[in-house]
């Protein structure tokens, strides 16, 4: 073999051995991919709600991901969720959750979901949220979580409020 025919291999081997440090480096040494992240996509909405002056009926559908948490937070306004696809882990913070399963013609009371308290949320099953109910959730399972949601929104108030645990007063 000459000299240029074993140095074409030996550079090929090492380009290869550089994508490859490049790849499970940063993760043995603790850097990670970002975060994934809920993406909620806006269906339906009306400023034009009979008996509900300055109120936006609003229907989303959000997609949690495996590994995804979403923030502490509270809507401004009644919220309706029902899980379609997968196990939501929900957390009430302050107030409390009513926590359904069933048609809403015929819908069974599973529990109150109390200040501190955690369940797991299945397909099929759906929750009442009200503004003073704060709240966060993640998905915890290895596929994901599809919520179909029914808010009545103050006009011109986002989907959700964050809530800061780290202001004086907060809840734990």
């Known amino acids: 073999m000459n000299r240029l025919s074993l140095r074409f291999p030996l550079s090929a081997l090492g380009v290869v051995v550089v994508i490859a440090m490049a790849i499970i480096l940063p993760t043995a040494f603790g850097a990670s991919a970002p975060a994934p992240t809920a993406v909620r996509e806006a269906l339906a ?46 957390t009430v913070r302050e ?48 596929s994901p979580v599809v919520i179909y949601l029914a808010t009545l929104l103050k006009d011109g108030a986002a989907p959700s409020t964050p809530v800061d645990l780290h202001r004086p007063g907060a809840p734990r």
């Open 45 to 90: 909405q009306t400023e034009q709600v009979q008996g509900a002056a300055g109120r936006t009926m609003v229907l989303s559908k959000v997609t949690v991901p495996p590994g995804a948490q979403i923030a502490v937070h509270h809507h401004q306004g009644t919220q309706i969720s029902r899980v379609v696809a997968g196990t939501l882990t929900y």
């Open 95 to 142: 107030g409390k959750a009513e926590l359904f399963e069933g048609e809403s013609e015929e819908p069974r009371l599973i529990r109150d979901i109390t200040a501190g308290k955690t369940a797991r949320i299945r397909a099929g099953q759906w929750l009442v949220e009200q503004p003073s109910d704060i709240h966060q959730a993640a998905n915890r399972g290895s």
